[in-house]
């Protein structure tokens, strides 16, 4: 009885702001850009040259969610298009439009953005809106110690290794550095790149071989690091003292060094492992709902939020990379026009690898990043066994995976049921 009239409610709701909302313009839903001056961009330099107008609406996760479930449920609604992270869209799956159809006017979108866009369907259920990510940054003093034959664009682990020895030996001090501090960003690099270049997976594979491998190579990138390393939350300031001249970071943690010292700072791609070049990107996307009261019009706003001109824009109003070859401006900050670049080339490789951020942990989230930074401490800096380490860790990921019950996401193959540690 009560959900029947939890249903009846729904449906009720979903009428009620159907009606409400009605007009020619597009119910743009979206969990993103919510703050007042990034909704203001949004409505005034990305979207106000869309025929017949755009009533972008920006949420917070509460209302944002419960209106996507009402209008789901009653079959009929008036939002348009929603746009949210990854996580928030696969929550909705078989609620979104195929939009194979939409036709980008030779837009060429990242590959591998494209195919998650898909959540292993053959339906391209989302497109590819906005990215964040996290690169590699250097001093360019450090260019010349790079390994002979080596790309900068195109690095392994081995030569990142090797350059950074090459940095300690050469100059007297080791000059790697990496945000181990504990605000850093540190689980991340775990959990998006390093493991998942080396064993193609995120959750399932934590105590493999493979990942006991790529343990090992950190522990010898660990001894050309800068031991201050543990103290860095932010790599930008270190590499504006020049304390460290080899970084990897958050881009958001490293733009103040390229706004205050553009001429003396290189961005590039994170390096690639024997599984590929492994990145945990910040993706939003953009979908149109089955409830959606206008299919078409809903597709053609899709379409026109993917061309360069919007995708710039979207970059201006909220500090997001285009996740298109849209060519920068250069009156873009020297943030931007760094960092975007060594983005595009990381997500746009022939090896790209996305290692999503966890999805279906609830309030847990902290609980499954203790685990890798438990990993790095015990591993790394109090250098106990790496199969004892990994085997101990892997029966609390486990643990943690059962109790949630979230199944398995990419890098890892989908699970019925909670993701399995092997």
């Excluded at 696969?90 to 195929?98: G, K, M, P, R």
């Excluded at 020297?334 to 490789?349: D, I, K, N, W, Y």
């Amino acid at each position: 009885m009560k959900r029947t009239l939890k249903t009846l409610a729904v449906a009720a709701l979903a009428i009620g702001l159907t009606a409400s909302t009605a007009s020619a313009q597009v119910l743009f839903w979206s969990n993103q850009a919510v703050p007042v001056e990034e909704t203001q961009k949004m409505r005034e330099q990305v979207l106000k040259a869309f025929p017949g107008g755009v009533d972008f609406q920006p949420q917070e996760p509460g209302p944002f969610i419960t209106r996507i479930q009402a209008e789901t449920e009653a079959g009929s609604g008036a939002i348009g298009v929603v746009g949210g992270l990854y996580g928030d869209l696969a929550n909705f799956a078989d609620s979104w439009v195929d939009l194979s159809d939409v036709d980008l006017s030779g837009v060429t979108v990242s590959p591998a953005f494209m195919e998650l866009g898909k959540f292993g369907t053959a339906e391209q259920k989302f497109l590819p809106w906005m990215q964040a990510n996290y690169v590699m940054a250097a001093n360019k003093q450090a260019l010349q110690y790079l390994p002979e034959g080596a790309d900068i664009n195109n690095l392994t682990y081995d030569q990142v290794i090797a350059w950074a020895k090459n940095l300690a030996e050469q100059t007297g001090s080791p000059k790697f550095g990496f945000p181990a501090g504990p605000k850093g960003l540190k689980h991340r690099f775990f959990q998006g790149f390093l493991l998942p270049a080396f064993t193609g997976s995120e959750v399932t594979k934590f105590r493999s071989a493979e990942a006991e491998q790529a343990w090992g190579k950190f522990k010898e990138l660990w001894q050309y690091t800068n031991p201050a390393s543990t103290n860095y939350d932010f790599m930008q300031e270190p590499l504006l003292t020049g304390d460290v001249w080899l970084a990897f970071d958050h881009i958001a943690r490293l733009s103040e060094a390229f706004n205050q010292k553009p001429d003396d700072f290189v961005a590039f791609p994170a390096p690639s492992g024997p599984k590929g070049r492994a990145f945990m990107p910040v993706l939003a996307g953009i979908a149109v709902p089955k409830s959606a009261p206008d299919v078409a019009k809903s597709k053609e706003l899709i379409k026109y939020m993917m061309q360069p001109e919007q995708q710039v824009a979207t970059l201006l109003a909220t500090n997001f990379f285009p996740t298109t070859d849209a060519a920068l401006p250069a009156e873009l900050p020297a943030s931007a026009r760094a960092l975007g670049p060594a983005v595009q080339a990381m997500t746009s490789s022939p090896d790209a690898l996305p290692a999503l951020l966890p999805v279906g942990l609830g309030d847990k989230a902290g609980q499954f990043n203790q685990v890798y930074i438990d990993a790095f401490e015990r591993i790394v800096l109090a250098n106990q066994d790496v199969r004892q380490v990994l085997d101990q860790q892997a029966d609390t990921l486990r643990q943690l995976m059962v109790t949630t019950g979230a199944p398995c996401w990419l890098p890892d193959a989908p699970s019925e049921g909670p993701c399995p540690v092997e």
